[in-house]
């Protein structure tokens, strides 16, 4: 009788295993969140719902609202018949076209538009094994990237990250601004993008001039063309890379709307123009400094940094004139995305990658 009731010792190791086993998939799996009211969430879930640590100082934010003058005043638009924008590659970027699967005629996909500041890159970081693996896998996710925080001065730096990115059979190009800023601290700009998803005009790319000297790093705009859909129904839009200096952020922040209005009424005509990039505020403050019942931020009260404490990279837009924003953005947390330990993450950069998703259609028409 007594034996009866012990059980079977295979019996009792078979549930010991699935015990323990079990145990060890929820956790490798799944984050346990909070103490009361417990939250199980997937760990490969790509968007965190952490909190959010506020810009501080809001009140302080002022300054002069002088008039920016775009770059391109002088230059001719291009007449209705001609169609402006290319998608050639440069010669220090490599592709292998014909690897590239073709995507289906009968689906235009959205546009996936990041920004991302890069914390000091330059050589060394390139160089760097896992920066270099991390960013070029990053990059993959999106159709445009503007990246800020680039130290170095040499030119052929973005060409072999294009290079890396290009290894898998991808058709990415660049465009990339000139050297500028504090002295002793001058970084430059990019837009590195999908040749397959969109076209850029290079002629119509400038750098919003700035005769007061207000911003410590010229903004950088671009004129985006989508890829996908026939050219009379394809959305057009002008990207302006933002990166703003945190010691002057009172004041260089209260000149976005100035910025904004400069790139509107730079000749071409063009009303969709999306700001992208190193804030240093969070949205609470942003969207009200832009006035208007429509702006929007794509990154809403969640941190933009690896450490989870401050959110300081965006992406804005008024939705009267930028109808095509489906709504849909936030931050990519690559730490739990790639399972990456915190060490491994500063050593890729400080800062999340954010990110807004559009319709390719002009208008919003599906």
């Known amino acids: 009788m007594e034996d009866s009731t012990r059980g079977n010792p295979i019996q009792v190791a078979v549930v010991v295993l699935l015990l323990v086993g079990g145990g060890w998939y929820f956790f490798k799996n799944y984050n346990i969140q909070g103490l009361d009211g417990v939250r199980v969430s997937p760990k490969n879930e790509l968007w965190d719902d952490a ?99 680039i130290a170095a001065i040499e030119r052929d730096l973005i060409p072999r990250l294009i290079d890396e990115i290009n290894q898998s059979g991808r058709r990415y190009d660049f465009v990339l601004g000139d050297s500028n800023g504090p002295a002793g601290r001058q970084e430059q700009l990019a837009f590195v993008f999908d040749t397959t998803r969109v076209r850029v005009d290079r002629n119509q790319t400038y750098t919003v001039a700035d005769p007061q000297n207000q911003m410590g790093y010229d903004p950088l705009v671009a004129w985006f063309q989508a890829a996908q859909p026939p050219v009379e129904t394809a959305w057009t839009f002008s990207l302006v890379n933002i990166r703003v200096d945190l010691g002057q952020a009172p004041v260089e922040v209260a000149l976005l709307p100035e910025i904004l209005k400069s790139v509107r009424n730079d000749g071409r005509g063009e009303d969709d123009v999306v700001l992208a990039g190193l804030f240093q505020a969070d949205d ?49 947390d690559f730490l739990r995305v790639y399972n990456m330990s915190l060490a491994d993450a500063e050593v890729v950069t400080s800062h999340l990658p954010v990110y807004a998703e559009f319709t390719a259609i002009e208008g919003g028409r599906l």
């Open 51 to 149: 909190e959010l640590t506020s810009f501080p100082g809001e009140s302080e934010f002022s300054g002069d609202s002088s008039r920016f003058v775009s770059g391109i005043a002088a230059t001719p638009s291009p007449s209705a018949s001609e169609n402006p924008f290319t998608s050639t590659a440069r010669t220090a970027v490599t592709a292998t076209p014909a690897s590239v699967a073709p995507r289906s005629s009968a689906r235009i996909a959205n546009l996936r538009i990041a920004s991302w500041a890069l914390d000091g890159f330059g050589p060394t970081k390139l160089a760097n094994p896992i920066a270099r693996q991390n960013i070029v896998r990053i990059v993959h996710q999106f159709d445009i990237v503007a990246l800020q925080q």
């Open 284 to 332: 609470a403050y942003l969207v009200p400094t832009l006035v208007g019942d429509n702006v929007v931020a794509a990154v809403r009260s969640v941190p933009t940094d690896v450490f989870g404490r401050y959110q300081t990279s965006n992406i804005l837009m008024d939705t009267t004139f930028c109808s095509e924003y489906l709504g849909r953005g936030g931050a990519l």
